[in-house]
Structures are given as structure tokens and as C-alpha cells.
């Protein structure tokens, strides 16, 4: 269990602290939701847990297989909703992978990646499109 302490610290932005490290983020509500906009908003640390919760996964499964990883990346477009009450609509990933990996290495990536915790997580409450290249 990891324990993350979060705190309002007024005009719409919190502080949050990550117990086993001590990290802290700022959050902030998005400009179109009456924010300012000067750090990530709630839905962007969704959309940027997904992100990263699949190079994480890659990370893993690459370094266990001796593959070079660096330079991957994961494009993320958070869509909200327009109507109805204020959601996440869809998160569409477009994952780039070094071109040094064969087309085997890449389907054992993409498994990897498709099976993150974080997409598992969501999967059935928030629609998503992953792109692999």
C-alpha cells in the first residue's frame, strides 16, 4: 500500500506528497474549469498515469530482455466531455518505440503495453485508443 497525502492550498490548487519518497506535485483545475491552468489538472495525472504506466511496463520487459528502451515515447490527448456532467471522454496514446526493435520485440511490447495496471484500471469506465509505432 503507498500512502499519498493530499492538501487544498487555495485558488483551486492542491499539493500532493508522495509518502514513501517525499516527491510533491502541484495540481491545478484547468483553465476551462474556472483554474489557472499552472500545473497538471486531475484528468492530465490521469491521462499522464497511463502514459507513463505503459513505458514503465515496456521499461520492465525490455530491460528483462536485454533491449534498449531509451528514447520511447507516449504521445497522450485527453478529450473531456462537452455535455453532461465533467468526465474524461477519451484518452488516445500514440506509443513511438526505437526502430532498432524487430517486429517479435515489438509484439512483446505491445502486450506488455496494452496490459498495464493503469489501462486495466480504467478499461469499461474510460474510452482509449492506443496507437503503436
Same mark, same amino acid.
Given at each position: 500500500?503507498?500512502?499519498?497525502?493530499?492538501?487544498?492550498?487555495?485558488?483551486?490548487?492542491?499539493?500532493?506528497?508522495?509518502?514513501?519518497?517525499?516527491?510533491?506535485?502541484?495540481?491545478? +483545475?484547468?483553465?476551462?474549469?474556472?483554474?489557472?491552468?499552472?500545473?497538471?489538472?486531475?484528468?492530465?495525472?490521469?491521462?499522464?498515469?497511463? +502514459?507513463?504506466?505503459?513505458?514503465?511496463?515496456?521499461?520492465?520487459?525490455?530491460?528483462?530482455?536485454?533491449?534498449?528502451?531509451?528514447?520511447?515515447?507516449?504521445?497522450?490527448?485527453?478529450?473531456?466531455?462537452?455535455?453532461?456532467?465533467?468526465?474524461?471522454?477519451?484518452?488516445? +496514446?500514440?506509443?513511438?518505440?526505437?526502430?532498432?526493435?524487430?517486429?517479435?520485440?515489438?509484439?512483446?511490447?505491445?502486450?506488455?503495453?496494452?496490459?498495464?495496471?493503469?489501462?486495466?484500471?480504467?478499461?469499461?469506465?474510460?474510452?482509449?485508443?492506443?496507437?503503436?509505432?
Amino acid at each position: 500500500m503507498t500512502t499519498i497525502t493530499s492538501t487544498y492550498l487555495g485558488g483551486l490548487r492542491c499539493s500532493s506528497v508522495h509518502g514513501p519518497s517525499g516527491s510533491v506535485l502541484l495540481s491545478d +483545475a484547468p483553465i476551462d474549469n474556472q483554474g489557472k491552468g499552472e500545473a497538471f489538472s486531475p484528468t492530465d495525472l490521469l491521462a499522464t498515469a497511463l +502514459a507513463t504506466c505503459i513505458l514503465t511496463i515496456l521499461g520492465i520487459v525490455a530491460e528483462r530482455q536485454g533491449w534498449r528502451l531509451e528514447g520511447s515515447e507516449v504521445r497522450i490527448e485527453k478529450t473531456m466531455t462537452t455535455e453532461g456532467p465533467r468526465m474524461v471522454a477519451l484518452l488516445e +496514446a500514440w506509443i513511438s518505440l526505437p526502430s532498432q526493435l524487430d517486429p517479435d520485440q515489438r509484439a512483446v511490447l505491445r502486450r506488455a503495453g496494452e496490459s498495464c495496471p493503469v489501462k486495466l484500471s480504467l478499461e469499461g469506465a474510460v474510452p482509449m485508443r492506443l496507437h503503436w509505432s
